[in-house]
T-cell receptor, first 113, second 113 residues
Framework: GENVEQHPSTLSVQEGDSAVIKCTYS??????FPWYKQELGKRPQLIIDIRSNVGEKKDQRIAVTLNKTAKHFSLHITETQPEDSAVYFCAASNQGGSYIPTFGRGTSLIVHP | EAQVTQNPRYLITVTGKKLTVTCSQN?????MSWYRQDPGLGLRQIYY???????DKGDVPEGYKVSRKEKRNFPLILESPSPNQTSLYFCASSLSPDYNEQFFGPGTRLTVL
C-alpha cells in the first residue's frame, strides 16, 4: 500500500519568514495530493491540492510543488503570519483507483510574532 | 448552511458497550468516509462509501462497522469497543470520489475505559 512520509514534524518560524513542509510517497499510481490545515481543536480543512499532471500550483501565499520522478511534493508558505500556526497534513491518493487517501503524520507549524 | 455533523461530540464509555457515532451531511455528497486521528499518526481512514449501500474498508477497519442506507447518513458502529479505540474520530464527505475536497465534520472524541 501507499506510504507517505512528512517532514519536519515541527517547524518554528518568525512572522514574515517562509515555511516549507515536505512529503514523499511510495506508490507511483498516486495522482492526487491535497494539503489540509488543522487549527487547534478544529477540523481539517483543505487549503490546496495538486494533481499529477501539473508540477506546481499557487494560491496567494501558499504553493505546492510536485516531483513525480522523485515521488515528493512540498507545501510552501510565504510571508507567514501568526494565524498560519496549525498542524498541516499532506496526503496522497489514487483517484480512479482505490480512492483511499494516505495521510502524512502532520507538521506542527508555529509562527512567532 | 452546508455542513457535516457528527454526534456525539464527546463520549466516555466502557469496554464492550456497543456504541454508534452518527454522521450526516446536507450537501448531497456521494462519497463519505470515517477517519481516526491519533497523536503522531495523522489521519487514518477506517471505512468509506462511494454511494448508498456501497461501503468498503479503509486502512484500519478492524473493530468497526458502517452502513449507508441513506445518502446523507453514514454511522460508525463499534460493536464491542476496546481501549485501543480511544481516539478522535472524523467523518468526511465529498461530492464524488473524483471530486477533490473532502469536508470534515467537527470530530467526536471517544474514550473507552
Amino acid at each position: 500500500g501507499e506510504n507517505v512520509e512528512q517532514h519536519p514534524s515541527t517547524l518554528s518560524v518568525q512572522e514574515g519568514d517562509s515555511a516549507v513542509i515536505k512529503c514523499t510517497y511510495s506508490d507511483s499510481a498516486s495522482n492526487y495530493f491535497p494539503w489540509y490545515k488543522q487549527e487547534l481543536g478544529k477540523r481539517p480543512q483543505l487549503i490546496i491540492d495538486i494533481r499529477s499532471n501539473v508540477g506546481e500550483k499557487k494560491d496567494q501565499r501558499i504553493a505546492v510543488t510536485l516531483n513525480k520522478t522523485a515521488k515528493h511534493f512540498s507545501l510552501h508558505i510565504t510571508e507567514t503570519q501568526p494565524e498560519d500556526s496549525a498542524v498541516y497534513f499532506c496526503a496522497a491518493s489514487n483517484q480512479g483507483g482505490s480512492y483511499i487517501p494516505t495521510f502524512g503524520r502532520g507538521t506542527s507549524l508555529i509562527v512567532h510574532p | 448552511e452546508a455542513q457535516v455533523t457528527q454526534n456525539p461530540r464527546y463520549l466516555i464509555t466502557v469496554t464492550g458497550k456497543k456504541l454508534t457515532v452518527t454522521c450526516s451531511q446536507n450537501m448531497n455528497h456521494e462519497y463519505m468516509s470515517w477517519y481516526r486521528q491519533d497523536p503522531g499518526l495523522g489521519l487514518r481512514q477506517i471505512y468509506y462509501s462511494m454511494n448508498v449501500e456501497v461501503t468498503d474498508k479503509g486502512d484500519v477497519p478492524e473493530g468497526y462497522k458502517v452502513s449507508r442506507k441513506e445518502k446523507r447518513n453514514f454511522p460508525l458502529i463499534l460493536e464491542s469497543p476496546s481501549p485501543n479505540q480511544t481516539s478522535l474520530y472524523f467523518c468526511a464527505s465529498s461530492l464524488s470520489p473524483d471530486y477533490n475536497e473532502q469536508f470534515f465534520g467537527p470530530g467526536t472524541r471517544l474514550t473507552v475505559l
